[in-house]
């Protein structure tokens, strides 16, 4: 029954530098300030500390998703790739920004594994070719594109064989093990 500890903790933060005001906010905020006293307004500076107090209230133990549909990237067509990547949102954003900038529209399954990335939900059997199939079909890609080709990632080849057996996919290409090369790889093999 300490009333003294009741009230929410005020940081005043008189920094000459605004960069050095940004950081020490953030700080104070990921430390549980309730209020912080800045001179800045501009959204350079605001942002990051809304983002640090958006993520002091985040489950570390919940992987960040994004949600299991079928992304189109760069306005994709009847002849545009399709591939499929986990749902842990830092392998779907990198695949899409590596997509975006090979500059060849393609559509992206994103698969559920419960936040996991590709070797990580291979490991745990939280992903299999079943599954992709299944996602597939769900999303109806194949009525989108005018070919059954699918680039899997370059860390399941052991899928290809049961994707191309158990499915209306035939040609199962294994794409590249990280996402940096995928520009390279699809400018190589899709023809624009």
């Known amino acids: 029954n300490f009333r003294t500890l009741g009230y ?43 983002t640090v107090v958006q993520n002091v209230y985040t489950d ?4 960040n998703t994004v949600e299991a549909k079928l992304y189109e990237i760069g306005n994709p067509g009847p002849d545009s790739p399709v591939m499929f990547t986990t749902n842990f949102s ?21 698969v559920d594994t419960e936040g996991l990335g590709v070797l990580n939900a291979y490991a745990g059997d939280k992903i299999s070719a079943e599954k992709v199939v299944k ?34 996919w035939k040609e199962v290409i294994i794409g590249p093990e990280t996402a940096r090369e995928i520009p390279a790889f699809l400018n190589k093999i899709w023809k624009k």
């Open 135 to 168: 996602t597939l079909q769900e999303q109806k890609v194949a009525e989108k594109v005018n070919h059954r080709k699918l680039i899997i990632p370059g860390l399941l080849p052991v899928f290809r064989a049961e994707i191309e057996d158990t499915s209306e």
């Open 60 to 63: 570390p133990q919940v992987p």
């Open 8 to 50: 929410p903790t005020i940081v005043d933060i008189n920094a000459d530098s605004p960069e050095y005001e940004t950081v020490m906010s953030g700080i104070f905020a990921a430390k549980y300030a309730g209020i912080i006293v800045i001179n800045g307004l501009g959204p350079w500076e605001i942002l990051p500390i809304l």
């Open 90 to 110: 830092l392998t779907y954003f990198s695949v899409e920004s590596e997509v975006e900038r090979s500059k060849i529209p393609t559509y992206i399954s994103v």
